[in-house]
């Protein structure tokens, strides 16, 4: 299973803004539940102003209880817990 482009360009610039240390983290609410997230964003400037743009925000909880891994034995599967 490939991971399409604008993840992979999304990945990129996320990459660059850490290495020229402009990443940052900032409390946000979610915008359906009104939920407070913490969500990365890389920052940037135009006209004088920053201007951040978010890519995702950190899980909640445990993130290995929110991810099923993909499975090295089968290239289109993913690795499922017992519980699952």
Known sequence: MAIPDHARANFDTLLRAAADGNL??????DASTREPRYVLCAVGRSDGEYVFTP???????????????????DPTGFI???AT
Do not use: I, K, R, T
Not at 24 to 29: G, N
């Open 24 to 29: 940052a983290l900032m409390e946000c609410l």
């Open 55 to 73: 890519f995702g925000h950190l899980a909640d909880a445990n993130p290995f209880d929110a991810y099923l891994p993909p499975d090295p034995d």
């Open 80 to 82: 499922v817990s017992p």
